[in-house]
């Protein structure tokens, strides 16, 4: 945008210096003088009258003033608005409007000379034209074609005046996704009237599709029980990843004193999970001419999405991959999940809970959450009673914690030979291994 400001300022400039001087030197002169004997012999002007407004070789203050604005004026216009069909409606207009002046400001007597204003305007005009032809001229136009409103002001502002272009053909790009679902959408369909669960639907997009896009993700997809965003897709950095986590703790803040709300407003809570996934996907604008988007496909969106759904099962509010855990592993404090096992892959990885950014747990959480790290080492060990062990030290008297609940209750089950996680043989990966399917998750 401030390119855009530069731009026609020094377009409007050049073309009121060059219009000034042709006004000096009488250019517009004999016109305005055939327009003045025009005008009298229709009877609006009286024989006589304007010439005091219009004499001068210098050109009337008004004049004048009025070819500076239109060139100023055309300049923006025409540089700004993105639609040429739009530039165009504004410049006629315009030039309408100059035109116009001279006839009305006739019949009060006032000899208005046009020319001088609508050179401006044209001169302009064709010089805005002229640089919109230009990779800067046409971003905004194809920034707000490809991008729309899936990133926030903002950002778009950012990528108006970054220096290099967005790079929107198709290609390789490390991005991370965070996914957000809402795993009781259909109870609460059946619990709610059709207008209250709008209500709640519009109050969770608005903290958590426009406040991501407020942290500078892209939207790639988002409804009233999903939303998915991309960090590092429309401007490539470093730290997207730790971007993603940053904004994935504060969405959970966000994300509970949004169900205090609902449970004041409806007597209901949204179940939620965050997910946050990082890799290289390929990037580009999928779509056909009419309709086109901006997106990235590859295993993490998917991954993303299941992990996203895993907090159900865990009771836990953000997963992180293993992928994304080694891109910010000095920045997050995190404690482990499961082991998760990719047969179409055969690869084996695991997944983590966000708990804080580095530095923010006190001693005392440092404690618990070492003792439910021995304990997860010790359960997939088998080492059953002592995991238990160790998560009675991660306990917190009264507050209830879901993954530590989760995990109890899967070493009393072991240890009892009661697992209710019995599977054909095939998934003896999964039973055994401690590590869960990803088409279990």
Known sequence: MRRYLLVSLLIGTIVSAAVLLLVHFGAFAHFGASLARLYRSAGFLAIGGGESVA???????????????????????????PQASHKAMVVLLLMLVIIGLSPMLALYGVMFEPFSAMSAATLATAAGFFYSTTEHGMRKRVLLDVLGS????????????????????????????????????????????????VAMGNLFLRNTA????????????????????????????????????????????????????????????????????SGEMTVGVY?????????????????????????????????????????????????????????????????????????????????????????????????????LSQFSQAEIPGKKDGPLEFFIGLCESRRSGSSSDAAPASQDLANHGHARLLSKM
């Open 55 to 81: 004499s001068g070789v210098a050109g009337h203050p008004f004049e004048v003033t009025l070819a500076v604005l239109a060139a100023f004026g055309a300049a923006w216009c025409v540089i700004d608005i």
């Open 150 to 197: 899936r990133i926030s002001a903002g950002t778009f502002r950012q990528l108006m005046n970054a220096k290099e272009p967005v790079r929107f053909a198709g290609g390789t790009r490390a991005v991370t996704v965070l996914t957000c679902r809402v795993f009781n959408h259909a109870d609460l369909r059946e619990k709610m009237e059709p207008g209250e669960l």
């Open 210 to 277: 426009d406040f991501l896009m407020e942290q500078g993700a892209y939207l790639d997809e988002s409804g009233p029980d999903m939303v998915r965003v991309f960090f590092g897709m429309v401007r490539p950095s470093d730290d997207h990843a730790l971007q993603a986590c940053r904004a994935a703790l504060e969405l959970r803040t966000r994300l509970r004193n949004l169900n205090n709300e609902c449970e004041t407003r409806w007597f209901q809570r949204l179940d939620f999970g965050v997910a946050i996934g």
């Open 287 to 387: 779509g056909s001419p009419s309709h086109h988007y901006l997106s990235g496909v590859g295993g993490e969106t998917d991954f993303a999405r299941r992990l996203a759904q895993a907090n159900g099962r865990y009771g836990s509010d953000v997963l992180i991959s293993a992928r994304a855990y080694q891109l910010v592993k000095t920045g997050v404090e995190v404690r482990p999940m499961e082991m998760i096992y990719d047969p179409g892959r055969n690869l084996m990885t695991e997944i983590y809970q966000l708990l804080a950014l580095s530095g923010e747990l006190d001693e005392s959480q440092r404690a618990r959450r070492d003792a439910f790290w021995q304990g997860v080492i010790l359960y997939r060990a088998e080492r059953f009673s002592e995991a």
